[in-house]
Every structure is written in structure tokens, then in C-alpha cells.
């Protein structure tokens, strides 16, 4: 297939895209930025430019779409302007110029409301609940995206779980940094049980998605590795890897929750672009119970992880002695 991936300069994308060239693929990445990807073709644009959007997919027999602003604080209509309205402009782009399958990357956040997920099935995106504006826009994104689905064009969501691994500057690197500058608390212990995703699990997940798009054309699909840890080792195993010493410090969970909350009205009073220490979604997910029912998962995209949490850890640790 002709396949392109929106958003490749990332570590997911990029992942996503040398997956799918590995499989033999004819690979297009569009992104703001040259995504570095060995056999795979860049053009440079904007999800918020539906002239370039429409360019880019020209051709194209498949879309996986992982373009998305990602941060814990922002204008709403930032949000909404790259997560739904550049979503609309790809779908809208994609089925007139006769693409036929699209994965459309989510994230489970779309339906959690602040509460602990304990074997949790996908239940359905949920703007009015999603906790953040990046929640709030990626739900309706999905909702957007998997009712566009037809027998002729194939739409089905994959949200991985907490994706990380060498090069992830949005967990890793700020984990690190964070523990270095002994800025960085565990909440309530550190004793909440949380699924995440390692980033090879991640893609071969997509790809499979892709794969598997007439079983899977309509539905949601949460993916992780399946392997649930207390935050605290998971933290723990960050750090290690990268060299600095984990955190041994601890705050309620409550007043976490709290002063993010505050500290989010602060930055959007202020202006300030750059991500707050806290926010009442990063302290909400790092105080409860957030794991996953994979059985759906794996049965219907007939995929399994390759790369335990443990191995994951090591090929951290590798890539920060380099």
C-alpha cells in the first residue's frame, strides 16, 4: 500500500512509519518537520492547512493519523483547531481522493474521567467528561473520526496507553529532568497500578490495526503492554535508566490535584506556553488506577507485544549510555 502517516517526526510516528516500510510499504510522512525516516517520503505541511492536507494524501491507499498538539495546559481553541478541525480536513481529504482505510490514533484518556480504571474495557470517547482540553479534543476527534466509517471507507481508533521509550521527550525526558532537579514527587506512594505502552508495542500495534481494518472498521481499541506496575517502580525505572536517582519523596495525591488545578488558571492568566510543573490531569493520572482489558485487543487485531517493560527499561538504559 501507499500509506500516509500524519505527525511522523514524533517518536511514535516515526516509529509507526519505519514499522510500516519495514513491511514493504510505500511510506509519505506529513508533519511540520523532515521526520528522519530511512525510506519514507516527506512532505512538509501543516493538519491545520487543508490545501497541504489534501496534497499530502493525493494517492494514497491507507492514512494512519497521529498528528495531535499534545500538553497539559493551552488554549482551548489551540485544541480544537489541530485535534478536530485538522482531523475533519484529513477524513474530509482522504475519502475524495478514494483512500480507503484509515487508523486514527487516540488515546484512552477520551474516556476517563478522573476516576480509577481497574480492567478496563474501551468504552466510548466522552467529550463532556474527558478531563483537559487535550482529552476533550482528542475525544471528539475520535467520535468524528470512527463515525465517517463505511464498508468503503474503513476507519477504526487505536489509543495506546502511556507510549514511551528512547527518544520520548514528553515522558522520558521530563521524568528525568524532573528527578535530577529533585523536583519530582511521587503522589500517595507511588502505589497506583498503571498500564503503559512500549514504543515498538505501539507500532506494531498500529500497523496491525492496518492490517486487520475489516475486523476492526468502526470500533475503539485501547493498547498497552499489558503489564500493570505500581507508578513508583515504573518511575523508578526512568530514572535508573537515565542516570539520576528516582524520587524517595512523596505528597497527597489531593493536594497534588488541587494545586494543579490552580496552577493551570495561573498559566492561562499568564499566558505562559511552557508546561507547568503540575496539573490536575498529570496529577490525576499520577495518583490512580489506570490498567486495561486487552483480550478485545489482541483477538481482534491478532497482535501481541514483542518488548517487555523490563527489556524496555534496558534498551533505555542503552540508549542514554550512547
Known sequence: M???????????????????????HEVRCFQRRPSGVAGAQDVLGSIEDRDAVTAAVRGCTAVVHLVAKVSFTGASADFDRVNIEGTGFLLDAARDAGTTDVVHVSSPSVAHAGTSLVGAAACP????RARG????????????????STPAFRVAAVRPHIVWGPGDTQLVE?????????????????????DTTYVDNAASAIAACLRRIDAAQGQAFVVTNGEP???AELIAGICRAGGVAPPSWSVPGALARGAGAAIERAWLALGRTEEPPMTRFLAEQLSTAHWFDQRRTRTVLQWEPTVGID???ERLARHYRR
Open 2 to 24: 501507499t500509506v500516509l502517516v500524519t505527525g511522523a517526526s514524533g517518536m511514535l510516528g516515526g516509529a509507526v512509519a519505519r514499522h510500516l516500510v519495514g513491511e514493504g
Open 125 to 128: 470517547a466522552d467529550p463532556g
Open 133 to 148: 482540553d487535550y482529552a476533550r479534543s482528542k475525544a471528539a476527534a475520535e467520535l468524528l473520526a470512527l463515525a465517517r
Open 174 to 194: 521530563r521524568v528525568i529532568d524532573r528527578a535530577r532537579r529533585g523536583r519530582l514527587p511521587l503522589l500517595d506512594g507511588g502505589v497506583a497500578l498503571i
Open 229 to 231: 506496575r505500581p507508578i
Open 311 to 313: 527489556e524496555g527499561f
